[in-house]
T-cell receptor, first 115, second 109 residues
Framework: ETGVTQSPTHLIKTRGQQVTLRCSSQSGHNTVSWYQQALGQGPQFIFQYYREEENGRGNFPPRFSGLQFPNYSSELNVNALELDDSALYLC??????????????FGEGSRLTVL | EDQVTQSPEALRLQEGESSSLNCSYTVSGLRGLFWYRQDPGKGPEFLFTLYSAGEEKEKERLKATLTKKESFLHITAPKPEDSATYLCAVQAGANNLFFGTGTRLTVIP
């Protein structure tokens, strides 16, 4: 069974640029969510995708956008990068049927540094 | 407003020295409380789900308990490999988890 994989693992961008982060969900999981984790903080919910539709969003501006593909993999796009966007971006997947047990399977994250 | 507060922020224990981590929460309509473990440079790893006051879950040296206002993660006779950051989260809304800032546990041999 393949776990959640994310790419790239590290990247450096400058303020104002755009970035795309990618995530392959665990086999059999059709629900993907993205979290932002600043240094020393807990993860913060960005949004969730279920069967290619966004079905939940946290308190993040529209320049944070996403996609989910038919194979349930996902992308997180961030436009007009700001210094405060520097963080670990975590992708998590789960099966979308039945009760939400909160058991998310996280990838190892993409570490974004904005200079 | 949903809130999760974890204490202490950091905890150093000698190997074998048992202790507890605290997670106090304020949420409108608790749908579940969750504990995760996070190693440096890694994503969080799921440990437990608790749904109602009085519920307890155990896994190896860890035991999680839940009351109406807080949860405890008890660590019995910890080993150095238990060193990690322990995150508490509540289900806020239908689709997202609201995390605390974590307790960084260090177990010294």
């Amino acid at each position: 069974e393949t776990g959640v994989t994310q790419s790239p693992t590290h990247l450096i961008k400058t303020r104002g640029q755009q970035v795309t982060l990618r995530c392959s969900s665990q086999s059999g999981h059709n629900t993907v969510s993205w979290y932002q984790q600043a240094l020393g903080q807990g993860p913060q919910f960005i949004f969730q995708y279920y069967r290619e539709e966004e079905n939940g969003r946290g308190n993040f501006p529209p320049r944070f956008s996403g996609l989910q593909f038919p194979n349930y993999s996902s992308e997180l796009n961030v436009n007009a990068l700001e210094l405060d966007d520097s963080a670990l971006y975590l992708c998590a997947s789960r099966a979308g049927t039945g009760r939400n047990t909160g058991e998310l399977f996280f990838g190892e994250g993409s570490r974004l540094t904005v200079l | 407003e949903d809130q999760v507060t974890q204490s202490p922020e950091a905890l150093r224990l000698q190997e074998g020295e048992s202790s507890s981590l605290n997670c106090s929460y304020t949420v409108s309509g608790l749908r579940g409380l969750f504990w995760y473990r996070q190693d440096p440079g890694k994503g969080p790893e799921f440990l437990f789900t608790l749904y109602s006051a009085g519920e307890e879950k155990e896994k190896e040296r860890l035991k999680a308990t839940l009351t109406k206002k807080e949860s405890f993660l008890h660590i019995t006779a910890p080993k150095p490999e238990d060193s990690a950051t322990y995150l508490c989260a509540v289900q806020a809304g239908a689709n997202n988890l609201f995390f605390g800032t974590g307790t960084r546990l260090t177990v010294i041999p």
